[in-house]
């Protein structure tokens, strides 16, 4: 299985609400004692064996708007892998309030573009995601800026248990599948 983890490289983006994706693999990789640091197809990628199951985590450098590519190259190199039964992507998702975690077996991509390049690249939207909300409390005049912005130092705290439940809910899909883990965490 393939879990890929969305968001922007460099440090600049770090700690970046666009980038929970991200923050969730290296998260999950840090529990599994891995690295999440060889090159393949415009993105890192490690190995973890997460619920007795070897899984490969990936963090597309291609920035979010096209990690798609990166996505579609690991795909065709593992020929045994389909997007139904073997990806799972990670992303923030504005329409979520913040924190709230939602597992999807497909779908569209709800104006996340880095979901839309998967979507487009696939040629299908039949492929498990896990969004991640960030929805402000208040309206947000430019989308793109908040989404880029860095969480509040007073909300990492609560980021840190966001992305352990979302780890949770992570290793329920490998262990349960999808429909067992939706019942449990949406």
């Known amino acids: 299985m393939l879990v890929v983890g969305l968001g922007n490289p460099g440090a600049q983006y770090e700690w970046t609400r ?3 994706g991200f923050m969730l693999v290296d998260f999950v990789a840090r529990e599994a004692g891995r690295d ?11 190995h973890a064996e997460l619920e007795g199951r070897r899984v490969e985590l990936v963090k597309p450098q291609t ?19 389909t997007p139904a039964s073997g990806l799972l992507v990670v992303s923030d998702d504005i329409a979520l309030p913040f924190g709230m975690i939602r597992l999807r077996p497909c779908g569209s991509s709800g104006g996340q573009k880095g979901l839309q390049n998967i979507i487009a690249s696939l040629k299908t939207d039949e492929f498990m ?3 991640i909300g960030i929805k402000p409390e208040h309206p947000v005049g430019d989308t793109a800026s908040f989404v880029l912005e860095r969480f ?13 439940r979302s780890a949770e809910a992570l290793r329920a899909v490998i262990r349960d599948g999808i429909d067992k883990a939706m019942a449990r965490y949406n």
């Open 152 to 164: 509040p130092h007073a909300q990492r705290v609560e980021v840190e248990k966001i992305l352990e």
């Open 18 to 20: 666009h980038n929970l």
């Open 36 to 46: 999440v640091k060889r090159t393949e197809c415009r993105a890192l990628v490690g």
């Open 129 to 131: 995601r896990l969004r």
């Open 63 to 81: 920035y979010m708007n096209l990690s798609g590519e990166s996505v579609a190259c690991l795909l065709r190199k593992r020929e045994s892998l």
